[in-house]
């Protein structure tokens, strides 16, 4: 049994034994956290779990704001394309991916690559299967094409 599962039987144990009014200030906290067990138990076991969403949030935030802007893309699937980019920038930084690398390598790559594994292209399984090394463009001075013209 993990450690913090005391914490859990604590609480019910609090509300089922010191006879506690379901106004008190207490009885209403013990009932917060037995309500939300399933939540704090991913919480609680893993470290790396965030206990907010504010990250999230924060990288997701030029998306609304660029609501105004979507005014101006003159027709509707325009806006809707531009919203699926603005989405793809948002992941890839996300993922701790330069969004300009992403988006050349995915661009190049999209046409040789088989559309029952579209999957792959997504900024998270791009990173494990594609990011050591990714498709440049002509211009990009890594191009191998590039350096050997040189």
Request: glycine content about 4%.
């Amino acid at each position: 049994m993990k450690p913090f599962y005391n914490l859990f039987q604590w609480c019910q144990g609090q509300l089922e034994n010191c006879g506690l009014l379901p106004t008190d200030p207490l009885s209403k906290a013990l009932n917060y956290v037995l309500k939300r067990e399933a939540s704090l138990s991913v919480f609680l076991e893993d470290p790396d779990v965030q206990p907010d969403t504010n990250h999230l949030e924060h990288t997701l935030r030029p998306i609304p704001l660029g609501r105004k802007n979507w005014l101006f893309c003159w027709t509707e699937l325009g806006a809707e394309h531009l919203g699926i980019i603005q989405s793809l920038i948002s992941t890839c930084k996300l993922h701790d991916l330069n969004p300009y690398t992403y988006l050349v390598d995915v661009l190049q790559r999209i046409s040789q690559h088989p559309a029952s594994k579209v999957n792959e292209l997504t900024p998270r399984l791009w990173k494990e299967r594609f990011a050591d090394n990714p498709l440049r463009a002509l211009i990009d001075p890594r191009h191998p094409q590039r350096q050997s013209s040189l």
